[in-house]
């Protein structure tokens, strides 16, 4: 494909971008943070002389064009500013994920060389000090908070503002080298580094142009008529491509404010302070706030529970239809209206949504019921499917053509195509450079044609031209009979069930499913606390047999909707049991984005396999926990095995298409 | 511990410690026929952090209610800066700079989280009754300069998320932050714990140490505490000292302490031949 290294307006690169802001829009506001219990903010005409004096002194420091920055923290306009700062100066700035263990950063931090760390607090500071022995390149380090830092040890180790002032002081000799370094970057610079979670091996590092960031932020903004004035709350991790792409791609290229929260405990506070009228979240938000929403109703007076589940029942039926632009008749939107006055404003104010225009969910699939509350108070929740390799956009639904078991049709400039084997490649502007030090995964992943093979599994729906995605390719296998196994597509029917927090299902090769529950502890908390069921732990709650019934009850019923689909039939839960502990990141069950490791799982607990496939009614089992610093402990239950009820089914011979 | 002098000393881990803030001298406090504390004298320097322990009953609540003014001794004498001190009130002691979280939280617990640590800020508040009741002129400012202070202290203590929650509803670990958040409100020279770390999972307690440690370096304060986690005290502290039966029996650094005959009796038990 030939590119022409020059966007056509000379807008080619987010240092470029935000000079213009800081012309076009110097006086609107840029970031807001919550600070001392106060929205602080930031125009672009001061955002851009902070970047400016963090940038002149970067080069103070000594960075070189092509460096790695690194850059950790939760999200705070500092660390934005640093990403941008880095970009001007030609280093490439790689976010990582906070909340990353020591060693985990160490291996990424090695990986890509950084030779400076931009960190947030003494936590993260705590962290690259424990592992710096093992990174040869990593020079200097520039922390944000002061607190607890005063009396460590300076020579490598500098204070942010203390940075900002020396580069301002010594403006005159260096900002010409400023402005070399800015010219020179185009639509084919390295716009940012961002490493994937990897549900299999080590993470790989995704490099991103200019070009790839610039243009599908283009695309997308244009697709849902993003402007200057939209606003967005900035509280996913800023390793997240999702992240870089709202709030520092669209956010360049419209020119609107990126908010911060004061601290991840406030985000709630924070949302419906802000009212953002462009909203992204992962399904789990979604599922948290509505179980905390159905939990008060529960706890509300009869009278206004009464009034709840009746508007909220007219809202099922018409709300999605209004939202649409759909014909509904006068009576209903009267009564809509009405609903909107007393019931589903406040709600959607209560949540932080009273001005969303435009909310995204995606990362995983939602459950019907979920999006449909949602959609159903006329807050347009749409999904999209994206990939750190495709700078997020892959498909996204368009207004009034959303539902909640398609992902869409495909992202303005990306083009689709499903292969032979089920698995669905994509070809965009998007689509990233390399993999960093990678080049056997980058051929394996992206074809001299530019067709980048996403790893699903799924196919387009004739009539609409939706996508729909089945599960991950290399995670679909055949039954011991031949007919198709798809866990995903049951563990995400179960994980619909408010009580359900996560399955896993195993069956590959084998004659019947078996799956492993992991129960929410905020919902089934709460009925155990309504039906006088006393608990101490997570342990003792999930073994509980009341909530063992209840959680059988899930599994049959979904056994009866996965046989409704002769395709995947074969994938009903025979047998199930409810894990001891949740899965977590910190043991390495999930990734950071708390995706399921499945084979890690699978290894972990094979002796919980093998006791569902035998026969055991219950097993004894003891499990290794890390904890959040880094310690290591041990569980150990007995845990009961049930069987669930299963629809027979006629076993078919289906070839996976 | 390096020379230890009056001007003061530096900390194993390189700290600088001043002079003397606090001394008590020959203090004996009764209850009726009931020996509390019997003749004990030590002194709390400038900006260490110094640890009173001791088995239950030793008399180590009592000793920080003499500190505090809350208890009044019989004999002895409590010097703060270098003056001996007259006869006080409670308030009056917390004037001068002495404030104190309580073993059993003392929160107004029908008070969010921010008036209660707005109440810190009572010694510093100079407008009458009158003026906060219209609210005008210098009351204002001196309300948002306060409120300015305990911004800052929510935002060093990481309670931002409960800052308008009715004390009430909170959790016990989180009650104890509330208190040191409002003690520090006070910006006292000399910081009394007590107990600030009983009844919390390991977890609280870490966090809790990490405020301690935090509080000693970013503002300077000097603290004093009781505890009954050694594991904390021996981390924390810079000098400790032991009472057993309201008579001091060890008085040193943690190392020194740990290895004195007495208190490993004390805490151990011993024979009695």
């Not at chain 1, 956010?251 to 404010?257: L, M, R, T």
């Amino acid at each position: 494909m030939a590119q022409s290294s020059q966007a056509t307006d000379g807008l080619s690169s987010i240092p470029a971008l935000l000079q213009r802001n800081a012309v076009e829009f110097g006086h609107k506001a840029a970031y807001r943070e919550k600070e001392f219990g106060i929205w602080q903010s930031w125009t672009w005409k001061q955002a851009a002389d902070e970047i400016d004096k963090l940038s002149l002194g970067l080069i103070n420091l000594g960075v070189e064009e092509g460096d790695f920055i690194a850059i950790i923290g939760r999200n705070r306009p500092y660390l934005y500013w640093s990403m941008v700062a880095a970009q001007s100066v030609g280093a490439i700035p790689v976010p990582l994920y906070q909340d990353a263990a020591a060693d985990e950063m160490a291996y990424v931090l090695d990986h890509c060389g950084a030779r400076f760390v931009i960190v947030e607090d003494q936590e993260q500071v705590d962290k690259v000090i424990e592992v710096q022995d093992q990174l040869h390149q990593f020079e200097h380090m520039i922390y944000l908070d002061p607190k607890g830092l005063r009396k460590y040890d300076h020579t490598r180790l500098h204070e942010f503002d203390h940075i900002q002032e020396q580069g301002f002081a010594a403006r005159d000799e260096f900002t010409p080298e400023l402005e070399r370094r800015r010219a020179k970057l185009d639509y084919s610079s390295v716009c940012v580094m961002l490493y994937t979670s990897g549900t299999t091996g080590k993470p790989k590092g995704v490099v991103l142009s200019n070009r790839n960031v610039i243009e599908s932020a283009k695309n997308s903004a244009a697709f849902d008529n993003l402007g200057p004035n939209e606003e967005v709350l900035a509280y996913l991790p800023m390793a997240w491509v999702g992240d870089f792409i709202f709030s520092i791609g669209q956010s360049f290229w419209c020119g609107f404010c990126v908010n911060c929260p004061e601290n991840p405990d406030t985000m709630m506070t924070d949302l419906r302070e802000i009212g953002p009228t462009y909203y992204f979240a992962p399904p789990r938000v979604f599922e948290t706030q509505l179980t905390n929403v159905m939990i008060r109703m529960e706890d509300a007076s009869r009278f206004k529970k009464r009034l709840f589940d009746t508007f909220m029942e007219h809202a099922r039926n018409v709300g999605p239809d209004i939202l649409d632009g759909k014909p509904v008749g006068v009576w209903d939107r009267i009564k809509y209206l009405v609903g909107d006055l007393f019931i589903y404003g406040p709600l959607k104010n209560t949540l932080g949504f009273s001005r969303v225009r435009v909310g995204y969910t995606a990362g995983e699939a939602i459950g019907p019921e979920i999006f449909d509350f949602y959609r159903s108070l006329g807050i347009n929740l749409k999904q999209l499917y994206g990939q750190t390799e495709a700078t997020v956009f892959i498909t996204v639904q368009p207004d009034g053509e959303v539902r909640s078991d398609t992902v869409g049709v495909p992202a303005p400039g990306v083009e689709l195509r499903v292969g032979d084997n089920g698995e669905v490649y994509y070809r965009s502007p998007g689509v990233f450079e390399y993999y960093y030090k990678n080049s056997d995964s980058t051929a394996d992943t992206k074809d001299p044609d530019g067709w980048v093979a996403t790893g699903d599994a799924g196919f387009i729906e004739e009539d609409t031209g939706h996508l729909r995605i089945i599960d991950r390719a290399k995670d679909v296998g055949k039954m011991a009979d031949g007919s198709l196994f798809a866990p995903k597509y049951v563990e995400n029917k179960l994980k619909f069930y408010p009580n359900i927090l996560e399955s896993v299902v195993f069956g590959n090769e084998r004659d019947k499913c078996m799956a492993f529950i992991n129960i929410d502890l905020s919902a089934v908390g709460n009925w155990a606390e309504r039906n006088n069921i006393a608990y101490s732990s997570y342990q003792e709650l999930a073994g509980h047999p009341k909530v063992l019934q209840a959680v059988q009850e899930h599994v049959e019923e979904v056994n009866k909707s996965v046989a409704e689909d002769p395709m995947l039939s074969g994938c009903q839960v025979h047998r199930f049991l409810i894990l001891h502990k949740e899965l977590d990141a910190d043991d390495g069950e999930m990734t950071r984005t708390r995706k399921v490791r499945r084979r890690i799982v699978e290894d972990k607990y094979n002796d919980l396999i093998t006791a569902l496939y035998d026969g055991s009614t219950e097993i004894f089992t003891k499990t290794e926990v890390t904890y959040e610093d880094g310690r290591k402990g041990s569980i150990s239950a007995t845990l009961e095995i049930r069987d669930a009820a299963v629809v027979p089914v006629t076993p078919q011979k289906v070839a996976a298409e | 511990m390096n020379q230890m002098t009056e001007e003061g000393y530096v900390t194993e881990d390189g700290r600088t410690i001043g002079g003397k803030l606090m001394e008590m001298r020959n203090i004996s406090l009764r209850f009726g026929g009931v020996k509390a504390i019997t003749d004990i004298s030590f002194d709390i320097r400038e900006g260490e952090i110094r640890a009173i322990i001791g088995p239950n009953g030793a008399g180590k609540s009592s000793m920080l209610n003499v500190v505090s003014g809350f208890y009044v001794p019989q004999e002895g004498e409590v010097w703060f800066r270098g003056e001996k001190r007259p006869q006080m009130r409670p308030y009056e002691v917390a004037r001068q700079g002495i404030a104190r979280t309580f073993q059993n939280i003392a929160l107004f617990e029908g008070m969010s989280v921010l008036d209660n640590v707005m109440t810190g800020r009572l010694t510093h508040m100079k407008t009458g009754l009158a003026a906060q009741a219209l609210w005008k002129g210098k009351a204002e400012r001196e309300e948002v300069e306060n409120r300015e202070f305990v911004e800052k202290i929510i935002d060093f203590l990481e309670i931002q998320a409960i800052r308008k929650t009715p004390v009430a509803n909170l959790p016990y670990g989180m009650k104890k932050r509330v208190e040191l958040a409002r003690a520090l409100a006070a910006e006292p020279r000399l910081l009394l714990l007590d107990e600030p770390m009983a009844g919390m999972n390991v977890e609280e307690k870490e966090d809790m140490s990490r405020f301690v440690l935090d509080v000693n370096d970013e503002f300077g304060t000097t603290i004093a505490l009781i505890e009954h986690d050694m594991g904390v005290v021996m981390d924390l502290s810079d000098r400790v000292v032991v009472m057993d039966y309201g008579k001091k029996i060890g008085d040193g650094t943690p190392d020194e302490v740990r290895n004195n005959q007495a208190v490993i009796d004390a805490y151990l038990g011993v024979a009695h031949d």
